[in-house]
């Protein structure tokens, strides 16, 4: 499971996007537990009350699979009681996650669409925001403002030159 957690912060410089990427996987075999979990920011790993306090949670919210060692954990003896742990598991980290991605695209397309042309678009992924364009699309810093918005279409047409006389 997948999930993609952007916090917004407006501030006097700028608007700052950090993007927290969750990945979260629980099985059971006949004779191991396998659990994992990853929470990126900007794409570089982070951990889960890092991401539960970005989130405006405590570290009590965090779900007991998130927290404890599943190393000495035994799987049900029947297919039917594993796959049943299963789905406890995943509905308990299921509700662990937050995925805005689409209301946060929405309200950062909104803050800039002064400065934004017709054919351009702030989207976010794992690693943050960027500016997507016909032409291409390029990263912009943490915090975005008008300047890195027109420093990224400088870029972008930059770049479409280059491939152009190549």
């Given at each position: 499971?997948?999930a993609l957690?952007?916090?917004i ?9 950090t993007?927290?990427?969750?990945e ?10 396998y659990?994992?979990?990853?929470v990126?920011?900007?794409?570089h ?35 039917s009681g594993r796959?049943a742990e299963?789905?406890?598991r ?6 662990f996650m ?11 397309n ?13 989207l976010?992924d ?6 997507h364009t016909?032409?291409?699309d390029?990263q ?18 930059e ?8």
């Open positions: 499971m997948k957690f952007i916090q912060e407006q501030k006097e410089s700028g608007v700052k996007v993007s927290w990427l969750q979260f996987s629980y099985q059971e075999s006949c004779r191991h537990v659990l994992q979990k990853g990126y920011k900007n794409g790993k982070s951990t889960i009350p890092a991401f539960a306090k970005a989130s405006g949670r405590t570290k009590e919210d965090i779900p007991n699979i998130l927290r404890t060692n599943t190393y000495f954990w035994h799987p049900s003896n029947m297919a796959r299963e789905a406890k995943e509905d308990e980290m299921r509700s937050i995925d805005n991605s689409e209301e946060a695209i929405k309200k950062l909104d803050i800039f669409a002064e400065y934004l042309n017709v054919d351009e678009k702030i976010v794992y690693r943050g925001a960027y500016l016909e032409d291409g390029y912009l810093h943490e915090t975005i403002t008008k300047k890195a918005i027109e420093d990224a279409r400088m870029r972008i047409a770049t479409k030159k280059t491939l152009e006389t190549v």
